[in-house]
């Protein structure tokens, strides 16, 4: 079957740097997805990575590792407007997505 | 308007009756996607269109569960003989044909569907 893992909850600290991991067992692979969502809004795309490494996106970091089935979204600088859940998403061989649970973040001053 | 459009955003019902939820997706975007959220959970595949037809009918929960698609465009998610269960976020998402664009996903802000 497929499946994707990610921490169920993370607390961190304002100001600090916090790391999500997601591993998955799919059929195929066709890219890795970060959305993040705010609790009672829909969810919005993070980040798309296809290729092994680190993509930078200003606060927000996303490494892959294929041969190891595994990801990280890293966040740096904390603010409590980050906040949320962070969804990991595997698009397969066919194209479809299949998504992780979710890791909800918490911020603390 | 350029994004993901739902209707309607709330809807309260009575068990046993039937509903009905709407999703006008962004304009060109081939591929649309409707989820279903329980409160505190995680994103439930429903059903995925590419074009008009549905490759993936998978997700639904029952036969309770019917979508439409015309015109590539709006898409329509009924819901028979409500049940209490059914209470959830509807969420629709739309995204471009071809490769990993199909990924980057555009969601709605989604129906919040309440079953007395």
């Known amino acids: 079957g497929q499946n994707i893992d990610q921490p169920t909850e993370m607390t961190a600290t304002e100001g600090a740097i916090v790391q999500i991991n997601c591993t998955y067992q799919t059929s195929g692979f066709n890219g890795l997805f970060w959305y993040q969502q705010h609790a009672g809004e829909a969810p919005t795309f993070l980040s798309y990575?296809?290729l092994d490494g680190l993509e930078e996106k200003g606060r927000f970091s996303s490494f892959l590792s294929r041969s190891k089935g595994y990801s990280y979204l890293l966040l740096k600088e904390l603010q409590m407007k980050d906040s949320a859940s962070y969804l990991c998403?595997?698009?397969?061989?066919?194209?479809?997505?299949?998504w992780g649970a979710g890791t909800k973040l918490i911020i603390k001053p | 308007g350029a994004g993901v459009s739902q209707s309607p955003s709330n809807k309260v019902t009575e068990k046993g009756k039937d509903v009905e939820l709407r999703c006008d997706p962004i304009?060109?975007?081939?591929?649309l996607y409707w989820y279903r959220q329980r409160l505190g959970q995680g994103l439930e595949f429903l059903i995925y269109?590419?074009?008009?037809?549905?490759?993936?009918k998978s997700g639904l929960p029952s036969d309770r569960f019917s979508a439409e698609r015309t015109g590539e465009s709006v898409s329509t998610l009924t819901i028979q003989r409500t049940q209490q269960e059914d209470s959830a976020v509807y969420l629709c998402?739309?995204?471009?044909?071809?490769?990993?664009?199909?990924?980057?996903?555009?969601f709605g802000e989604g129906s919040r569907l309440t079953v007395l």
């Open positions: 304009s060109g975007h081939t591929a």
């Open positions: 998402a739309s995204s471009k044909r071809g490769g990993g664009a199909v990924g980057e996903l555009f």
């Open positions: 269109f590419q074009g008009n037809s549905a490759p993936d």
């Open positions: 990575n296809v």
């Open positions: 998403a595997v698009l397969d061989s066919n194209y479809q997505l299949i």
